[in-house]
């Protein structure tokens, strides 16, 4: 079933703003991860955060963690037109029982 | 290349047709997952494989077959398979801890036709 689910669903800002994404889910959980994707590759990496951690950067990524609220956000600062992709949130409960997708954030940066 | 490498790029088949996706890594990595993705839809996890033992099945039609031969590799066989199964699959491999992330392929277009 579904876990994440990021909001909004699709995003446009001018370059050199900054963009941030939100993701929520339901069930507890071992770590939240954020993915990128552009149009029709595979997912790549960008940070992982621990359910005992709060906030992790990652050169121009930041992202926080509410296990409380059971939510999470992405900041992406002084955006550049590479950063054009879909975002995903994804969930792991522990060990390697595949993580658990939301449907993504459509990011555009406008030249 | 992401050091997961997945073949074909592309695959139009027939419902009547058999084929074979490809997935591998060398890595180092002893998890290796398939995911399913459809358009305005979340990844869809198929299947799991942990040190070669597949350890997830989530609910996936028979017509998807997969198969684990050892650390490196993963197939998926088709076979009679259904127009509403043209998607984009997805090959991701990680380490068997569950702190770190994972490493995707960039897929196979798949196309029923």
Redesign the interface.
């Known amino acids: 079933s579904?876990q994440?689910e990021e909001d909004p669903q699709a995003l446009s800002i001018q370059e050199g703003e900054n963009a941030t994404m939100n993701c929520s889910y339901k069930t507890s959980i071992?770590?939240l991860?954020w993915?990128r994707q552009n149009s029709?590759?595979?997912?790549?990496?960008?940070i992982?955060i621990?359910s005992n951690e709060r906030e992790k950067h990652s050169g121009r990524l930041r992202v926080t963690l509410d296990t409380s609220k059971k939510s999470s956000s992405l900041l992406i600062t002084a955006s550049r037109a590479a950063d054009t992709a879909s975002y995903?949130c994804a969930t792991?409960g522990?060990?390697?029982?595949?993580?658990?997708?939301?449907?993504?954030t459509h990011l555009i940066i406008q030249p | 290349e992401t050091g997961v490498t997945q073949t074909p790029r592309h695959l139009v088949m027939g419902m009547t047709n058999k084929k074979s996706l490809k997935c591998e890594q060398h890595l180092g990595h002893n998890a290796m997952y398939w995911y399913k993705q459809s358009a305005k839809k979340p990844l869809e996890l198929m299947f799991v494989y942990s040190l070669e033992e597949r350890v997830e099945n989530n609910s996936v039609p028979s017509r998807f077959s997969p198969e684990c031969p050892n650390s490196s590799h993963l197939f998926l066989h088709l076979h009679t398979l259904q127009p509403e199964d043209s998607a984009l699959y997805l090959c991701a491999s990680s380490p068997y801890s569950d702190n770190y992330g994972y490493t995707f392929g960039s897929g196979t277009r798949l196309t029923v036709v």
Request: positive net charge; glycine residues 28%.
């Open positions: 579904q994440g071992n770590n991860q993915y029709g590759r595979g997912l790549v990496h960008l992982l621990r995903f792991s522990g060990g390697a029982d595949g993580l658990t997708f939301g449907k993504g």
